[in-house]
């Protein structure tokens, strides 16, 4: 019987050690459990236990940093340079603040032409080195960072590419000059109709239209069949012209019944629609589907007198 007690104490003993070690604390754990399954009697405890002082033994953490709008920026010294100046470099809560000023979600990021974002990244690249300053990959001029705006605490009124102060002190001219406009900031002329690698919107209830849609791999056009062009250069196609659409693995000809149209490029009773629409057919030239599952230009209708065409539009139950 006492050689089974003291297997159940030698067990308890080890799991006490094992649980306070394990707690993480650095202060010694009361004694009482060790104490009840032990076989010598103990009546008073230690004095080491009972003035324990936990400030001197307990471990020191990091205490949150609570948000300052009044914070003051600053700048550490980095290195020495060969000529004697001394390198700075942004301090953590310039560098922190900065990261959260420049950070854009992937939506914006995707719509960035490739010029702005090599402007975005090389400006990112700049904050994360901890630099005031970065060269335009495009021009080589030097840019000021957003660390440098908010380590000056205020806007300078030059409209800055990256000042985060929203040009507060920027004249009335430079704030309109800042102001997003699409005949400014493209880089190149809108398109002024469909051509090669433009994505279409099958508009059938055809099998193979249903499946290209709704797989995330749209219809692309690789070739217009359209005459009076030279040779090396496809014309763009507009409403009514037959394409050659790459489709789930396959070449398929297509009629063009929905076209996005720049409002540039708009024509008086032409609707135009947000997508690219598109209608199969078969290697007969028939259409794939039977039905037609969204409205298109009544402007097809003048080409009712094309016998391929004309099966096109009894499949239409809408025209707008």
């Not at 650095?26 to 032990?38: A, F, G, K, L, V």
């Not at 699409?182 to 508009?203: A, D, E, K, N, Q």
């Not at 090396?232 to 789930?248: E, F, N, R, S």
Request: charged fraction near 30%; include cysteine.
């Amino acid at each position: 019987m006492n050689s089974l007690k003291g297997r159940l104490c030698e067990t308890k003993n080890l799991m006490w050690n094992v649980f306070s070690k394990a707690s993480g604390r650095w202060y010694p754990q009361p004694e009482i459990t060790q104490r009840s399954c032990s076989t010598t009697s103990m009546t008073d405890l230690p004095e080491k236990s009972q003035n324990l002082d936990k400030t001197k033994v307990t471990p020191i953490y990091v205490g949150s940093r609570k948000k300052d709008n009044n914070k003051i920026y600053e700048l550490i010294p980095f290195k020495e340079e060969k000529n004697g100046r001394i390198k700075r470099k942004t301090s953590q809560i310039l560098f922190e603040d900065s990261l959260r000023k420049s950070e854009i979600s992937y939506e914006v990021y995707s719509k960035l032409s490739k010029e702005e974002r090599d402007i975005y990244m090389a400006h990112l690249k700049a904050i994360q080195d901890r630099v005031l300053t970065y060269k335009d990959p495009k021009t080589g001029y030097t840019v000021m960072t957003v660390s440098q705006h908010l380590y000056k605490a205020k806007c300078c009124g030059s409209g800055c590419r990256h000042c985060p102060y929203e040009h507060k002190n920027a004249p009335e001219e430079v704030k309109k000059s800042k102001k997003y406009e699409l005949s400014r900031h493209r880089s190149r002329p809108p398109c002024p109709g469909i051509h090669r690698m433009t994505r279409f919107l099958v508009v059938d209830n055809s099998p193979l239209g249903k499946e290209a849609n709704t797989s995330g791999r749209p219809a692309y056009c690789i070739h217009v069949y359209k005459q009076g062009k030279r040779a090396k250069h496809m014309p763009h196609a507009t409403l009514g012209d037959k394409v050659l659409v790459a489709i789930q693995g396959q070449m398929k000809k297509a009629y063009v019944v929905g076209a996005n149209t720049h409002v540039h490029y708009r024509k008086h009773g032409v609707p135009s629609t947000d997508t690219n629409n598109i209608i199969l057919l078969n290697d007969e030239g028939n259409p794939l589907g039977n039905r037609i599952t969204s409205p298109i230009p009544a402007y097809l209708l003048k080409n009712r007198d094309k016998p391929q065409f004309s099966k096109v539009l009894a499949l239409a139950k809408k025209y707008i």
